[in-house]
């Protein structure tokens, strides 16, 4: 889209003519909860008392391409997952968190032994000077997200857990043309089970068991992503050569697009629906506890901006943007300084942050946002 400024606007117009073709579409994709909107009014009446800032607290930040909220937040809060209040500094002018855009610049003001931001204004009148220019950029583009959506996007399709039941329903690859058996992006692939019309389909491998790490129990199986395909032409049944039976007819898909190359046997999941949900980070409304279960891909260890599952899901009353503390266990040493040497365990240290971004059943998917150390399976977490 392309936008002319005046040289003279007021701040609150900027703001407006800058989100006009945006503003409803980002709202759908990042809504705001009722608690996050009423902690933001309630901090937008008093501002945030100077104890709840940041040591290196700036007293002014211009927002950036790139930026997220997480990161802008960070620079002035403690705890970065508490955006609402960094919203909430500046209700009136920055009426949604998720339209804040670059070029903006964010001030700190800390007058009264409280914490406000607004955006700059450089007159009595309450205007922003900016030079008349015409500005190009996408319609998808330009306004600030909670967090970095360009690393998570990948896995809202990648990460699939299923149960043993889906996973025997699923459709399977039975056939190629000319009798081969690996396919690769362009290829055709035959494919029998329900397909109930559906056109757009991902190809999944072998799956793996996750495993709780307290109860040992199976909370479900992940799929490993091959790639994409489209469905192409129906199956259906014919008449064997002898005329006695009756032949199963696969249908035909084409793959778009292969991570790895796909094989006979290989299984089938619809792509689901754009989740139009709200990945606002925020904490959990009741205590929540439980451990990480393993890194998903192949590495054994993960971190910053690396995916890990874990073994709470929906059931649990986990929600997409919760925001949880990762732990790592205190040793247990031996205390040599008392009459004689005794076992003690140290306490647990917080070392990372875990973004929720999948939600399934009986287990999540997330984010690491922080790591002071690698992630690896067993690791807890809790409310942040």
């Known amino acids: 889209m392309i936008r002319s400024h005046a040289s003279r606007i007021t701040s609150t117009a900027l703001a407006s003519a800058l989100l006009l073709v945006t503003a409803s579409a980002i709202a759908e994709l990042f809504p705001v909860t009722p608690q996050q909107r009423s902690t933001a009014q309630q901090v937008a009446q008093a501002g945030v008392p100077l104890s709840e800032l940041a040591a290196n607290a700036p007293d002014s930040h211009t927002v950036k391409r790139g930026d997220t909220l997480w990161g802008i937040s960070s620079l002035f809060l403690k705890s970065p997952w508490r955006w609402p209040e960094l919203w909430g500094l500046n209700l009136d002018q920055i009426r949604d968190p998720h339209l804040i855009y670059p070029g903006q610049v964010l001030v700190l003001d800390k007058a009264g032994g409280r914490a406000r931001l607004s955006v700059a204004q450089s007159?009595?009148?309450?205007?922003?000077?900016?030079?008349?220019?015409?500005?190009?950029?996408?319609?998808?583009?330009?306004?600030?997200?909670?967090?970095?959506?360009?690393?998570?996007?990948?896995?809202?399709?990648e990460a699939v857990v299923v149960s043993a039941d889906e996973l025997a329903?699923?459709?399977?690859?039975?056939?190629?043309?000319?009798?081969?058996?690996?396919?690769?992006?362009?290829?055709?692939?035959?494919?029998?089970?329900?397909?109930?019309?559906?056109?757009?389909?991902?190809?999944?491998?072998?799956?793996?068991?996750?495993?709780?790490?307290?109860?040992?129990?199976?909370?479900?199986?992940?799929?490993?992503?091959?790639?994409?395909?489209?469905?192409?032409?129906?199956?259906?049944?014919?008449?064997?050569?002898?005329?006695?039976?009756?032949?199963?007819?696969?249908?035909t898909f084409e793959l778009l697009s292969v991570k790895e190359e796909v094989g006979i046997g290989d299984r089938l999941a619809p792509v689901p629906p754009r989740e139009l949900s709200n990945y606002a980070p925020h904490a959990p409304a009741v205590p929540i506890v439980g451990q990480v279960i393993s890194v998903y891909g192949e590495a054994l260890v993960a971190g910053q901006n690396q995916v890990v599952s874990i073994n709470r899901g929906a059931r649990d009353g986990v929600e997409r943007g919760h925001v949880l503390a990762l732990l790592r266990d205190g040793p247990e040493v031996i205390d040599h300084t008392g009459d004689k040497p005794a076992a003690i365990k140290l306490p647990d240290e917080r070392h990372g942050v875990l973004f929720v971004f999948r939600v399934f059943d009986r287990v999540s998917y997330g984010l690491v946002l922080q790591a002071q150390q690698p992630v690896t399976a067993g690791d807890r977490f809790t409310q942040p």
Do not use: C, Q
């Open 169 to 251: 329903r699923a459709p399977r690859v039975v056939a190629a043309p000319e009798g081969r058996v690996m396919m690769s992006r362009g290829d055709k692939a035959y494919v029998l089970g329900e397909l109930g019309g559906l056109r757009d389909w991902r190809v999944f491998r072998r799956t793996t068991p996750l495993v709780d790490p307290a109860t040992k129990e199976i909370l479900g199986y992940e799929a490993f992503f091959l790639g994409t395909a489209e469905y192409t032409r129906a199956g259906g049944s014919t008449a064997s050569a002898d005329g006695k039976s009756a032949l199963a007819v696969p249908a």
């Open 123 to 157: 007159g009595p009148d309450g205007t922003v000077k900016i030079s008349p220019r015409v500005r190009s950029e996408a319609i998808s583009e330009g306004g600030v997200p909670a967090v970095p959506m360009h690393v998570i996007a990948p896995f809202l399709n």
